[in-house]
C-alpha cells in the first residue's frame, strides 16, 4: 500500500468520525434552544429581585424560594391553582362520559360522518364560539360559574378523548366482544365490561392528554371567568399587567402554571403525539 | 346513513343472532320492557353516541348559527337595545369600507405566510436529524414535545420576558455576537417577526414529528439502488425522500396553517395588537370589537371572514393533497 492511499485513508477515517460526532452532537445543538427558555424560567424564578433585572444577566447566583412564597402569600394562588384542576377535571370526566360511547360506536360501526364533524372543532377558530357563548352565558347568569368553563372547555377535551378512544378501541379484537354476546351478554354489556376495561391503559392517556390542552386553554377562561372561577393562567396574565416589572414572581408564577403539563407530557409522550395530531388520517 | 348495526351484525357468527336476537321476549312477565331493551341493544351504535352529538349540537353547532345570525345585525351589547336586524351592512361595511379590517388580513397573512415557510424548513430539517440514531434518541424526542404541551398563554409571558428591551436575556445574546440590540414586541416592524419566532419556537416541532412518522415508513430499496447509481445525499433526499415524503408535510402544513391563522394567545399575552395595531391580525382584531367595543354584530361579522379564510386555506391544502395521491 503506498504512503499516498493510506494517507488518504486516514484522512477518510477523520472525517467519518468527525462526522459521527456531528450526528451525535447535532440533535442536542438543536434541543438547546428549544430548552433554553424552560432553563431561564426555572433559574429567574429562583432569582432575588436584584438579580432578576440584572444587566448582563446572571447566569449563576445565590437562589432562592422567596418569589414561589411571595406569589403563593400576596395573591390567591392557591384558589387560581384550584381553578385551573376543577375546570380541567371536570371537563375531562364530562368528555370520557359523553366521549367513551361515542368513540365506541365510530370504532365498531364505522361513523367517519361523526369524527368528521369532530374535526371541524379543530378547524373553527375558538372566538367564533366566544362571542354566542358571552351571550348565552350572560343571559342565563352563568359568567363566572365553573359550569360554563367547563362546558366550554369540553370544545377542546371532547375532540381529544373522542379521537384518541377510537383508536384504542380499534386497537382491541371485535372477537372478544363477539364472544360475551355469544355467552348472553348484551351489546352494551359487552363495551361496559369487556371493551371499557381492556382499553384501560388507553383512557388514562386519553384523560391525561384532554387534562393538559384544558389546562392551556386561555381564550375562553380570558371572558367567560371572573374572580371566583380565575384560573392560573388568566390569573398570571393579570399578575403581569399589573405586577410590572416582577420578574422574579412573574417566572415563579410561570413555573408553577408549567410544571404539571411537563411532567404529564413527559409520562405519556406517545399518546401526546397523538392527540396533537389527531385527525391526521382523515380529512 | 348505513344503520351500524347491520356492519357488525354480518361479522357476528350465526350462534349470536341466535343467542340474543331471535330470542322472544313476550310470553314471559316484563315481555315489553325485555323488547324495548333489546331494541336498544340492536342499535346501540345509534344510541351510544347521542348525548356526545347533543353536546355538539350545543355548544359547537349552536354557537357557529348564532354567529352567522349576529352576523347580520347590530347590537351594541352595553347600550340596553336588542340587535337590529341590518341584513348584509356589516359585510358591506366590512369589505368595501373597513381599512382596518383589510389591514388586519394583510398582518394575518403575514404571520401565518410567515410561519409556515419558516417552520416547515426547520420543523423538515429537525425531522431529518431525529430520525437517525444517536445516543438519547427517546429522551431527545420527547424534550422536543415540551414547547408543544406547555400552555401557551405562560410561553408568551416568558417570552415577553426574554425579549424585553432593556433588560431581556435575547438582546443580551445578540450583543454577545456582536449584533444591535432589537426593540422586539415594542417595535412595529419587528413585532410580528417576533411573534413568529415563538411560534415557530413553539410549533416547529410538530411538522418534525409528522416528517418523522413519514420518514419511518419510507423504505430502504430505494436509497440503495440511489447509492448503487452514485447519487449523492443531497439527489437523494430531493429525489427520494422529499417525493415520498410530500404527502405527510402537506398534512403538517395544513394543520399549521389553520393553527397559525387562528393564532391567538401568545399574540394576545404578548402584544394585545400593539404597539399601536402592528399585529392586530383578524382574531385580534373581532376580539377587540366584541370586548373592547362590544359590537357583537360587527365583531361577529370579522369571524365570519375568519372562518371563511381558515375553510379556504384548508380546502385549498386538501385539494394539493388529493394532487399528491393522484
Redesign the interface.
Known sequence: MSVRSANSQGRRRTRGRLRRYI??A???L??A???F??V??VL?SLKTHIDA?????VFFFTATVQNYVEVFRNNPFGTYLVNSFIIALGSTALAV???L??A???A????R??AL??L?????????????????F?TLGLLDTYLALI??H??VS?PIV?WLMIGFYEDIP?DLE?AA????C???QA?LWIAIPLTLPGLVAAVIVSF?FS??N??FS??LAGERTKP???A??NF?TYGM?H?GG??AA?TV??VP??I???LI?RH??RG??AG?TI? | MPDGSDVLMQREPPQARVAFGATPGEGRPGGQYLNIAQWCDRHLFLILPIPAVVTILLIIALPLAYTFWLSANRWVVTAFTPPTFVGVQNYVRLIAGDLDFWASVGRTLLFAGLALGVQTLLGLGMALVFHREFPGRGLARTLLLLPMTATPAAIGLLWAMMMDPDLGVLNYFLSVVGLPKSLWLASPRVVIPAVVLVDTWEWSPLIALFCMAGLAVIPGEPYDAARIDGASAWQQFWSITLPLLRPVLVVAMLFRAIDALKTFDILYVMTQGGPGRASETINMYAYLQAFHYFNMGYSSAILVALLALVLGVSLMLISVRRGTEA
Do not use: C, E, H
Open positions: 450526528a451525535f447535532l440533535p442536542w438543536i434541543l434552544p428549544l430548552l427558555p424552560f431561564w424560567m429567574t433585572v440584572a444587566y448582563p444577566p362520559l359523553l366521549g360511547p361515542a365506541y360506536s365510530i365498531r360501526a364505522r361513523r360522518a361523526l364533524s369532530i371541524i372543532a379543530r378547524i373553527v377558530p375558538g372566538i367564533s364560539y366566544l362571542v354566542p357563548w358571552y351571550v348565552i350572560r362546558l366550554t369540553l370544545i371532547l373522542v371485535v363477539q354476546q355469544v355467552d348472553g348484551s351489546r352494551f363495551f393538559i389546562w392551556n386561555f381564550l380570558l371572558i392560573l393562567p388568566v398570571v396574565f403581569m416589572i420578574w412573574l417566572a410561570v402554571i408549567l403539563v411537563l404529564l407530557t413527559f409522550q401526546i403525539v396533537l395530531t391526521a380529512g
